[in-house]
């Protein structure tokens, strides 16, 4: 199983970016799909996350920013952001959990995000 993620890149503060990530390989479920973000010197942390039936959850620093949506069909993943900042700059993740109970999780390699003037 494979995540290809893209779509990162330099922005300047205010400005908007839209990730994107492909899942590839036998994989026949996805329960839940979702982005994760790493800055220098800092934990992983969730960005956002989508489950199968639709429930989505955002970390309260993106909430009103960051939309994220999944095709089912084409089992990808993306994240639209709107209002970056500096802070915003890290290695973006993209993540998938199989089922609820008991799944397998894979990641992506990640892609940089950097916001800067």
């Known amino acids: 199983v494979q995540l290809q993620a893209s779509g990162g890149g330099l922005v300047q503060p205010g400005g908007s970016l839209r990730l994107s990530c492909a899942v590839s390989g036998r994989i026949f479920r996805i329960y839940r799909m ?8 800092k934990q992983r942390e969730l960005v956002a ?4 039936d639709d429930i989505r959850n955002y970390a309260d620093f993106v909430k009103g920013r960051f939309t994220i949506s999944r095709d089912n069909a084409k089992k990808t993943v993306d994240l639209q952001m709107n209002s970056l900042n500096p802070e915003d700059t890290a290695v973006y993740y993209c993540n998938v959990l199989t089922s609820r109970f008991g799944g397998v999780e894979y990641w992506g390699k990640g892609t940089q995000v950097t916001v800067s003037s």
């Open 49 to 52: 996350t989508v489950t199968s």
């Open 34 to 41: 979702g982005w994760y973000r790493q800055a220098p010197g």
